[in-house]
T-cell receptor, first 113, second 115 residues
Framework: KAGVTQTPRYLIKTRGQQVTLSCSPI?????VSWYQQTPGQGLQFLFE???????NKGNFPGRFSGRQFSNSRSEMNVSTLELGDSALYLC????????????FGPGTRLTVL | SQKIEQNSEALNIQEGKTATLTCNYT??????LQWYRQDPGRGPVFLLL?????KEKRKERLKVTFDTTLKQSLFHITASQPADSATYLC??????????????FGKGTKLSVIP
């Protein structure tokens, strides 16, 4: 069974630009969560989607948004990039979300210059 | 607000010994807690899940305990090996409404097993 894939793996952007990251979950998984990981703050929850609906959102500004498609693939978008948005963005999928182990992708390393 | 703390940023241990990592949380009563392993440049990998009504769970050389009174989980690796060197993360679920949850992660403990 193929694992969670994320594209692109690396991205360099400049302040003010926007970016879209993509995540393909494990086949059959309906829940997709996004996390931001930085050395200072660790892993922080961004949002979780289940069957195309956002079920929960972390404490991030509205510049961070996401969506999920009918095939469970998910995208997240960050608009008006700031230097502080430089981080590893991780996507994780699970069967139903709650009480299930999460399978993480390799992440997208975003650098904002 | 909820807080989850892993009390050591780094832990060095001799090969063959038992490594014990601690995860403490405040202001919340999670229904379960999870432990993950993360290697440099990779996403976390799930290790164990323990529910609030379980005191202990084992998987091969791994053991997790969950004390809801102390609000603490201990993660043990027995007969540690250099290949166990990694960052270990604990995570607990935060429930914010019917059918809605999120996992909150600690910042992790970097374990180094010295041959």
């Amino acid at each position: 069974k193929a694992g969670v894939t994320q594209t692109p793996r690396y991205l360099i952007k400049t302040r003010g630009q926007q970016v879209t990251l993509s995540c393909s979950p494990i086949s059959g998984h309906r829940s997709v969560s996004w996390y931001q990981q930085t050395p200072g703050q660790g892993l922080q929850f961004l949002f979780e989607y289940f069957s195309e609906t956002q079920r929960n959102k972390g404490n991030f500004p509205g510049r961070f948004s996401g969506r999920q498609f009918s095939n469970s693939r998910s995208e997240m978008n960050v608009s008006t990039l700031e230097l502080g948005d430089s981080a590893l963005y991780l996507c994780a999928s699970s069967l139903y979300g709650d009480y299930n182990e999460q399978f993480f992708g390799p992440g997208t390393r975003l650098t904002v210059l | 607000s909820q807080k989850i703390e892993q009390n050591s940023e780094a832990l060095n241990i001799q090969e063959g010994k038992t490594a014990t990592l601690t995860c403490n949380y405040t202001n919340y009563s999670p229904a379960y807690l999870q432990w993950y392993r993360q290697d440099p440049g990779r996403g976390p990998v799930f290790l164990l899940l323990i529910r609030e009504n379980e005191k202990e769970k084992r998987k091969e050389r791994l053991k997790v305990t969950f004390d809801t009174t102390l609000k603490q989980s201990l993660f043990h690796i027995t007969a540690s090996q250099p290949a166990d060197s990694a960052t270990y993360l604990c995570a607990l679920e935060i429930r914010s409404g019917a059918g809605s949850y999120q996992l909150t992660f600690g910042k992790g403990t970097k374990l180094s097993v010295i041959p």
